[in-house]
Each structure stands twice: as C-alpha cells, then as structure tokens.
C-alpha cells in the first residue's frame, strides 16, 4: 500500500516538474497566488483581502487582460511593481504586497515572472474590488515615505555571507530564497510600528524570529530543532517524522514549497538550519510528567492522547510529536489555542494523504481549553508560563 502511494507520488512528481516553465517555477517559489489568486476564483484574477486598522485592500487582477488585469505593463512597469512596491500610474502599493522581499530578486528571476504573467496565465476579465479605505486611492503619499524608509536595494550577491567557500553556494541561494522570493519573513519577522517587517535578511537578529499573524504564531526559524530531512519533509509534504504544518503555512506548503525542486529545499534548509549557531545538536526532552493539574491530564487523556500519546510523541509520519513541537514551546499560545480551537490537517500535497485533527471548538469550554493548554504547556512547553482562562478567552474571541 505504501509502496503504491509512493510510486503514485513520484509519478505526480516528475509528470509536473517537467511541465512547469521557468517563470512558473518563480511564481510558486514566490506564492503569488496566495494573494492574487481568491478563493474559487480566476488564478491570478485576484481578490484576497487585507485587514488594515483602517479597513480593507484587496490584492488585485495580474492576470494578462489588456482592461482589468496588468496586460498595458511593460516589462519595466512590471519589475517596478514587483520590486519597487510602484504601480503603473506611479502609486505607491500597499506593503500587504511584499515587494520589500521582492526587491531582491535577480533581473532573470523577473523576467522569467513577466513572461510567465504575459504568457501564459489566462486572461480574465475580472474588475479589481474597490479598496475600503478612501484615501488609499486618492493620497497614498504616506506609502511613499514607507517605500522609502524600508525597501532596500539590496542584491543577494553582495550580501556578506559568513561561512566556508564550499557550503557558500548553497548558502547563498537558501538566502536568496527565503529573502527574496519566498518571503518567508512577512509571516516569520516581527513587524514594527508601520508596519514593517523589522529585519529583511539574516544578518539582524531579529530576522525569522516569530511573529503573530492572524491570531497564529509563525513561530522562530532561528532554532529549529529538526533535522534538514525533517526540514525538507515538512516544506515539500506537510509533515515529516516527528512533525506536521497547520494554519497559514498550510497554505505555504500547498500552493508554494512543496513545488521546489529538491535542490531549492535543500538550500533553504541549510540556510534556515545555519542559524543554529549554538552548535546545539536537538536534545528531545522526554516526556515525563512534572506539571499535572489533574484535570488538564484528564482532559488530556481523553481528548488527545488516543492520538499524540500520553507521552505527546504522536506517531510517525502521522500526527506530530508534541515534544520539541515549536507550536508547544513558543511563548506565545496563538497557534496551540488555534490548533485545539479549529483542528488542523495537514496540507494535501502530491503523494501524501491527508490527517486530520478534529476542531474541539464545541466540545472543550474555555476553562478546559485552558487546562488541557497549560497541561501541555506544562509538560512540553518550554517554560512557559501558565495561562489563565482570560487570556484563553481572548484568543478564542480572535478566532471567531
Ligand atoms: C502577501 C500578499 C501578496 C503576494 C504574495 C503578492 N502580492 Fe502582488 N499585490 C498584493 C496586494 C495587496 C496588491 C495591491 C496593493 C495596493 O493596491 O496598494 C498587489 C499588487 C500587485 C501589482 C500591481 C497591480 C496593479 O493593479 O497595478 C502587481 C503587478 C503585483 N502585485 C504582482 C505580484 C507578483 C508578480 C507576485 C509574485 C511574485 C505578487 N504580486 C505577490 C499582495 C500580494
Ligand atoms: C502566510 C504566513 C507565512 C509565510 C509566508 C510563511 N510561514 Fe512558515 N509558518 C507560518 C505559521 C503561522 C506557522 C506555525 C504553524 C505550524 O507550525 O504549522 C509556520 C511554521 C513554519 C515552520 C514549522 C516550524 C516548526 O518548528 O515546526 C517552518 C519550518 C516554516 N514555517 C518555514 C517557512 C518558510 C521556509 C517560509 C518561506 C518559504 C515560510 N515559513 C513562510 C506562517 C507563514
Ligand atoms: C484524531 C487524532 C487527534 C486528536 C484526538 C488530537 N490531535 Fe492534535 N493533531 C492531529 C494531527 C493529525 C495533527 C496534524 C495536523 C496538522 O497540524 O497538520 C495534529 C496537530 C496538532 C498540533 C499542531 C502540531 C504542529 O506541529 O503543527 C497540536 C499543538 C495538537 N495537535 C495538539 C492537540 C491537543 C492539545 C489535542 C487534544 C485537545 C489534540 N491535538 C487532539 C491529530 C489529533
């Protein structure tokens, strides 16, 4: 049975990685889709909406339509959008389009892209929503300042890079990667007062190291304690040995990592794992017991455990380890709270089949969630503080 999935896997695999052109490949590399394409709609026809404090904007239609879409932009107008956060009638974008990251694409990588858009999306006519906040449209004067504030001109090639000759091409494009195109720091960075990611490479320590979004918690990359396997097995199926992604990364995985050829995954792991500098190979923590309110143990075994353990090691492959889980050990619950509240499931990706994790939202009240939280926290958490019930409540409400 395996045997046969896997075989299917490979075939889905090499059937797609040769269909797939350049400019194609940047594009899922660079997950325009994840904003530009809704929900059930036109891919690229745009529509996904953005929460600011002062009301929506929506990604817009990049598809080639000479009306609705981008189809009047030059190669030029297009490299000014995608790099320089500009518009063809010269207004600023609004950051939710994360051209800061973009700004360090290669000029192939760009063109590759426009040809892609120009050539071979679908044109469709589909009118861009108009945005809910007035004077975006009329004075986006402020966003000038924003871009010039924070986009960098930087080039991956004259970034100082801090490591031996041979290991520097790897490096190099790992960086280049999660920087540039991958723009894995909108969700993983910290963003700052106006809303700007803190750090743009990984040369500030703050660069990857956990941030809310969306009542989730991309938890830090700086410390991942898996192995590049582990790694590589996540971004390209959605689960590995020991673990399993949820929330917003699914989204990742599905539309974005698990198209990377394996040498692009392998890269990106070296560079993530390249930040470990504390020499540290990853110690488990057993699972023994030392914080056991009995009711967060109670709740534990009757609602969790059947499928994580009662030493929260899961199983293989099929629901994560709970032990050394970033979700468990990060300071901030977002994601744990949002795990129990909606259950999860990992992505569907070529090859793999799908686990779910039921939502507890109607089962558990807030006082058991609360529990069941701190048990776990207690156990696996990496001395993190309990909750209380408040708190809990709080991230229940963010969720409804
Ligand atoms: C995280 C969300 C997000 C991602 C990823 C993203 N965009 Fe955008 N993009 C937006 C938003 C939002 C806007 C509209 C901003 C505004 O109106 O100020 C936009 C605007 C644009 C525009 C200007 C279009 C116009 O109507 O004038 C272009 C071109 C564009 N994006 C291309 C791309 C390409 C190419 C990619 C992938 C390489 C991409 N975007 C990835 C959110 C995103
Ligand atoms: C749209 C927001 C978003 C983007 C973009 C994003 N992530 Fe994530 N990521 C998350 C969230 C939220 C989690 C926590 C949920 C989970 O662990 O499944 C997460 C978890 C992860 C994990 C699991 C961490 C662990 O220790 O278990 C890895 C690895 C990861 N992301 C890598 C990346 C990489 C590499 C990129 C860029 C290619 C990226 N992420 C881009 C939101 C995002
Ligand atoms: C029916 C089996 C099942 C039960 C019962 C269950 N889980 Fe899960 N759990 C899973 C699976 C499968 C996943 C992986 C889904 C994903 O996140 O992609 C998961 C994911 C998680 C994650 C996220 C791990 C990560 O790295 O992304 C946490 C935290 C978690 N479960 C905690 C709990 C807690 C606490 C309970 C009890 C309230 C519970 N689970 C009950 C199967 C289960």
Redesign the pocket.
Known sequence: MKQTLLAIGCILYTGHAAAISAGEY??KV???A???TAEGGKPMA?G?A?ATPLGN??????TPDKTS??GQ?SYE??EK??RQGI???G????P????PS?AR?SDKDIHD?YDY?MKEVPAADVK?KE?DIPW?LSA?WP?HIWNWLYVEDAHPDNRALKTTAQDKELLARGAYLVEG?G?CG?CHTPRGVSMQEKAYDGNSDIYLSGATIDGWYAPSLRNISMSSEELKDLLQMGRSQHGAISGPMSEVVTQSTQYLTDGDLDAISFYLLSFNHKNSTPVAKDGSISYSPTDGKTLYSMYCSTCHGDDGKGKDFTVPSLVNNSIVMAKDPASLISVIYQGAQTPQTKGNISFRMPAYKDSMSADEITNVVNYVRGNWGDGAPPMSKDDVTKYKKAQE
């Open positions: 940047m594009a660079s997950d325009c994840a904003c530009h745009g996904k953005f904007i929506y990604a817009t239609n990049i879409g981008i932009y107008d297009f959008a995608v518009a063809k009638d207004h600023p974008l609004y939710a389009m994360p051209y973009y694409m892209l858009f861009n945005n975006l986006r966003l195109p723009h909108a």
